[in-house]
Nanobody
Framework: QVQVVESGGGLVQPGGSLRLSCAAS????????MGWYRQAPGKQRELVAA???????NYLDSVKGRFTISRDNAKNTVYLQMDSLNPDDTAVYYC??????????????WGQGTQVTVSS
């Protein structure tokens, strides 16, 4: 079994910063991709940023230049540094990890979500 635990959400004023963390643990043979998604009320869940084991990254256009994703492979942890936040970034942020759980067995897991609210 694999556990995914997020932390770091909260309330921040426009223009402020937050850092999200997500740690994966359990029966993991290797991590393929770690990513952050978000879902605002009444909207579909969308990919915010993702990073592969090799360090390749992908970002939602609206967060490019403001958000930075990074990972610590030794700790199976991924981070999302969010700067210049604006009210449109308000959402529940979910961590997703795509992992090898056995030979030729690949599975993705979700965290419980962490609320990010940008408001004055």
């Amino acid at each position: 079994q694999v556990q995914v635990v997020e932390s770091g959400g909260g309330l921040v004023q426009p223009g402020g910063s937050l850092r999200l963390s997500c740690a994966a643990s359990g029966s993991i043979f290797g991590i393929v991709v770690m990513g952050w998604y978000r879902q605002a009320p009444g909207k579909q869940r969308e990919l915010v940023a993702a990073i592969t084991s090799g360090g390749n990254t992908n970002y939602l256009d609206s967060v490019k230049g403001r958000f930075t994703i990074s990972r610590d492979n030794a700790k199976n942890t991924v981070y999302l540094q969010m700067d210049s936040l604006n009210p449109d970034d308000t959402a529940v942020y979910y961590c997703n990890v795509d992992v090898w759980i056995g030979i030729n067995r690949r599975q993705d897991y979700w965290g419980q979500g962490t609320q990010v609210t940008v408001s004055s």
